[in-house]
């Protein structure tokens, strides 16, 4: 990925201990701290990040069971397989008695959150929404984030009051330029307006960025982990950029993998008590991802409960992971177990609240 030598910080490298143990980072160090290359300096980075994961988090890592329940999308954005403009996909819905049968599953497996994720499509309607977010709170003791990118605020209060709690909708990049560059129909400013709405009828809010994105610097990164902050998101997520071969950034390099931990790292050290996952983009990048991420600062992991018949069509980029969940929540255990850290055993709400 280019960096923009105009934004390389001119911080002295014998200061990085100094910088990684204060309490307020300016952007400049954050810049710095993004741009360290020496496997030394990287590995105090990480270091400190997880020392601040396990202060502000604990060893508890929460699983969140997700349902891509239809890759129908209104939008057009320039790096994702959903595009509408993507004509060859084969596209999806799910009923709404298999979402709800789909959560119970997610309950059945001992796991306390249920992700609610589609593209922009409004086939769902409010009342759609509405009557899965009662069933799934009636059936199951769990907690519901939905992730159904820009909808009404009306339908946010709606949701809002029958049971949903969370709200995922990230703002992919704070450079209002490269937003508009990348998503022709919608604006920075909107994404915006709609989060901090979220935030105001007390939904736990999530935002975060891809990383790794044609003409994204440095300091463009360092922007959006300081927009999380300003936003004051609950849950912030860091992912690297995955081409999908389907869209216009078919030919662009996957994000590189040490940006995307740095990334993950100084975003944990500036952001403190978020949750922050470990991405599937990230096992997708490298197939150690999810364990990487969880040493370098995160504290969640959303395995995919979509059923099988759905699951491949979901193709957000090219060779998304795809698993038995069952069988995969198993082998996280054993991951999570091996690191010294445990499952989290409640909701795992908001570090907020
Ligand atoms: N429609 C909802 C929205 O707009 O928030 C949620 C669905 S959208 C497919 C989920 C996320 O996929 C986006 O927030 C974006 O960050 C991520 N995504 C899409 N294409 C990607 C790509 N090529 N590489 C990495 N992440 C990608």
Redesign the pocket.
């Known amino acids: 990925m280019k960096t923009d030598l105009n934004t390389k910080s001119h911080i002295e490298k014998t200061n990085l201990n100094y910088i990684l143990n204060k309490d307020e980072l300016s952007k400049d160090e954050m810049i710095f701290l993004l741009s360290l290359s020496d496997d030394k300096d990287i590995k105090a980075l990480f270091n400190r990040a997880d020392e601040i994961r396990k202060q502000f988090c604990g060893d508890e890592i929460h699983l969140r069971g997700i349902i891509e329940f239809s890759n129908y ?1 209104e ?1 057009d ?1 320039v ?4 595009r509408k403009s993507n004509l060859t996909l084969d596209r999806y819905r799910i009923s709404i008695d298999e979402i709800i049968n789909t959560a119970r599953k997610i309950y059945s497996a001992g796991i306390k959150t249920v992700v609610l ?4 499509d409004f086939h769902y309607t409010k009342d759609d929404i509405t009557k899965i977010i009662r069933a799934i709170k009636e059936n199951c003791d769990v907690a519901i984030t939905l ?4 909808r009404s605020f009306d339908e946010y209060d709606e949701w809002k009051i029958a049971g949903a709690d969370r709200y ?3 703002h ?1 990049t704070a450079n209002p330029k490269l937003y508009s560059a990348l998503h022709s129909k919608q604006k920075l400013e909107e994404r915006i307006t709609h989060l901090r709405y979220l935030k105001s009828i007390g939904f736990q809010a999530g935002s ?3 990383i790794g994105l044609p003409k994204q610097t440095i300091e463009d990164i360092a922007d959006d982990i300081l927009l999380c902050k300003e936003l004051d998101c609950d849950m912030c ?1 860091f ?6 071969p389907e ?1 216009p ?1 078919k030919d662009v390099p996957a994000a590189d993998l040490s940006l995307t931990l740095k990334t993950m790292a100084v975003a944990r050290i500036v952001l403190k008590n978020v949750h922050i996952p470990a991405t599937t ?1 990230l096992s997708t990048l490298t197939p150690e991802g999810r364990k990487l991420g969880l040493q370098v600062g995160a504290n969640v992991i959303m395995p995919n409960f979509t059923p099988d018949e759905y699951k491949d069509k979901y193709r ?2 090219a060779n998304k992971k795809t698993y038995d969940p069952i069988i995969y929540v198993q082998e996280l255990k054993q991951m999570i177990y091996s690191l010294g850290r445990k499952i989290g055993e409640d909701k795992g709400h908001s570090l907020k609240i």
Do not use: D, H, M
């Open positions: 999308c939008q954005c790096y994702c397989g959903l994720q589609s593209g922009e992730s159904l990118g820009e995922l909708l990230k992919e975060g960025n891809i997520s992912s690297p950029f995955i081409p999908s869209t950034f983009a957000i980029y």
